[in-house]
Nanobody
Framework: VQLQASGGGLVQAGDSLRLSCVVS????????MGWFRQASGKEREFIAA????????DYTDSVKGRFTISRDNAKNTMYLQMTSLKPEDTAVYYC??????????????????WGQGTQVTVSS
């Protein structure tokens, strides 16, 4: 199973970015998909997750109202639309897949598959 994250870049505070994560090698629709990020010197943290049918989502408080997670099962792709970006959003962003499709977890160790990460840098 391969997860390929893309879409990161260098932006200014207040700008928007959309991250994508393409999954191959497994039935995408059976996975809970999540986004995590890891800032320099910090632990990896949960950002958002979405259940297999897109009907349930979860966000960490710091991104609620600014980030939107979505998925297109026909394209085996998950997205993270990020708006009103802040310098504190600067991090490497990782996509992840969890084979336990029944529930959404915020726990890093619950996820079975990980992408390589894409850097997001927000300047002030």
């Amino acid at each position: 199973v391969q997860l390929q994250a893309s879409g990161g870049g260098l932006v200014q505070a207040g700008d928007s970015l959309r991250l994508s994560c393409v999954v191959s090698g497994r039935t995408f629709s059976n996975l809970v998909m999540g986004w995590f990020r890891q800032a320099s010197g910090k632990e990896r943290e949960f950002i958002a997750a979405i259940r297999w049918n897109g009907g349930s989502t979860d966000y960490t408080d710091s991104v609620k109202g600014r980030f939107t997670i979505s998925r297109d099962n026909a394209k085996n792709t998950m997205y993270l639309q990020m708006t009103s970006l802040k310098p504190e959003d600067t991090a490497v962003y990782y996509c992840a897949g969890d084979i336990n499709w029944r529930t959404i977890s915020r726990n890093v160790i619950a996820y079975n598959y990980w992408g390589q990460g894409t850097q997001v840098t927000v300047s002030s």
